[in-house]
């Protein structure tokens, strides 16, 4: 056999197999554990410390996720930062960079990398919503410089362990985020999904088990709490972003700045005061959520009665769907007919009534603290004489709310 003939054998073996000679099993199995790493780097670094700041990393610790994600993605830190806090500062608005409100959810699930890039062009964006991101030398002359240079090394790397498997690999890798991130993310999680709080877009949960995207599944939760480190909210949801937070912790790796607030409670107070205030309007979200609770108990309770004053069991439906909604978030055809149904359900028109009343009152920038616990005491006091059992108890708790922190 010639020199040429072997060489030419041994070149289709490397092809074949390159330097491990790795099973299928085990080149899915490390893709798998690559991509959860680039997950993490993302939902860790990118989104929780750059973002948001609600966490610190070790410099160490953030240096390796910077570089991982420069071969892994080729994404700048400023640019990923910049676009992501605009999201929150425009959300569902125009000027969103990746909103399906705006630009619908084909748009954003199948191009989000694309509206991605078009907004990392903006230099007013980046101008504006990009401070406090590294800009130090390597970031200047590498990662920001030559951010094709990191992917083009993780294509080299992964053929020379596997060979023409290698390329699969690659691929898995670079349309992992695009997918996951920029299309999952950012489509689904304002379009499908469960919400456990009312925030003022249309955020959603698109599981309550964040494995596969890193917590990133409980983005109404996000949404909610924005500079929380954690993600889980509910006793049934799980944040696997949290769980690498806490092991960096106990190395003394990470340092979780904030998490969500938890409205606890104590004794009942015969006068709400700034204390009560101050729990109620920093878990207003949460307060929400507990009296739409009560409002879809109430209508379970008075089922038969309120089918009987209405006559007509679809609009109920449609009530235990959309009546604990703010108003501004119904559609409009969904308003007209829940008027109809508040016409002629006077418990839960009073409910529907005073929930409006209670959100106002949070959302009047002119009230001082001292009005706003005035309004509050005044809210109570009307919701304990209103006649309607769920409203009264609801009140009562509001008399003994206090402010908590979530245990780790």
């Known amino acids: ?16 197999q390159g330097l491990t000679a790795a099973s299928w099993w085990q080149i899915v199995l490390f893709t798998l554990v690559l991509t959860h790493l680039t997950i993490v780097s993302v939902t860790l670094y990118l ?21 991982w994600l420069w071969l892994t993605t080729g994404m700048v830190t400023k640019e990923w930062a910049a676009i992501h806090r605009k999201h929150h500062a425009k959300c569902e608005q125009e000027g969103d960079p990746h909103s399906p409100q705006v630009f619908g959810i084909r748009k954003v699930l199948w191009e989000g990398a694309e509206l991605y890039r078009a907004e990392a062009k903006n230099e007013e964006t980046l101008r504006r919503y990009g401070h406090g991101t590294p800009d130090d030398w390597i970031e200047r002359h590498l990662y920001a410089r030559h951010s094709r240079l990191g992917v083009s090394l993780m294509l080299i790397v992964d053929v020379a362990l596997f060979g023409a498997a290698g390329l699969a690999v690659w691929a898995v890798q670079m349309a992992w985020i695009p997918f996951w991130a920029a299309g999952v993310i950012n489509g689904i999680g304002h379009y ?5 709080f009312e925030a003022p877009d249309a955020s959603t949960n698109v599981f309550p088990w964040g494995v596969i995207i890193g917590g990133e599944e409980l983005h109404n939760n996000h949404h909610t709490f924005p500079t929380s480190a954690k993600f889980s909210v509910k006793p049934y949801e799980f944040d696997i972003g949290w769980v690498y937070i806490r092991m960096l912790a106990a190395l003394g790796l990470a340092r979780p700045k904030k998490v969500p607030p938890r409205l606890a409670f104590g ?8 204390q009560t205030l101050e729990a109620i309007v920093a878990n207003r979200y949460e307060v929400m959520a507990r009296y739409a609770r009560g409002m879809r108990a109430a209508m379970r309770a008075e089922w038969a009665t309120l089918r009987a004053q209405v006559g007509d069991e679809s609009l109920l439906k449609l009530a235990r769907r959309w009546l604990h909604r703010d108003d501004d978030k119904v559609p409009a055809p969904v308003r007209e007919r829940l008027q109809q ?12 009534a005073m929930r409006e009343e209670l959100r106002r009152l949070w959302s009047d920038a002119t009230l001082s603290r001292e009005q ?9 006091q009307r919701a304990e004489h209103s006649g ?5 108890d609801f009140a009562q708790r509001l008399r003994a709310a206090r402010l908590a922190s979530v245990a780790g």
């Open 47 to 67: 989104h929780r410390h750059q973002a948001h700041r609600a966490l610190d990393l070790h410099p160490a610790v953030a240096h390796f996720f910077r570089f």
């Open 267 to 274: 004794d009942v107070k015969p006068v709400p005061d700034e």
């Open 192 to 196: 499908w999904g469960y919400r456990n």
């Open 372 to 380: 706003m616990a005035r309004e509050l005491q005044a809210w109570i």
């Open 1 to 16: 056999m010639s020199l040429i003939e072997s060489g030419w054998d041994a070149f289709l073996a490397f092809l074949a």
């Open 341 to 352: 149904l508040l016409n002629r359900a006077p418990t839960l028109a009073t409910m529907h």
């Open 388 to 392: 309607v059992e769920a409203l009264r």
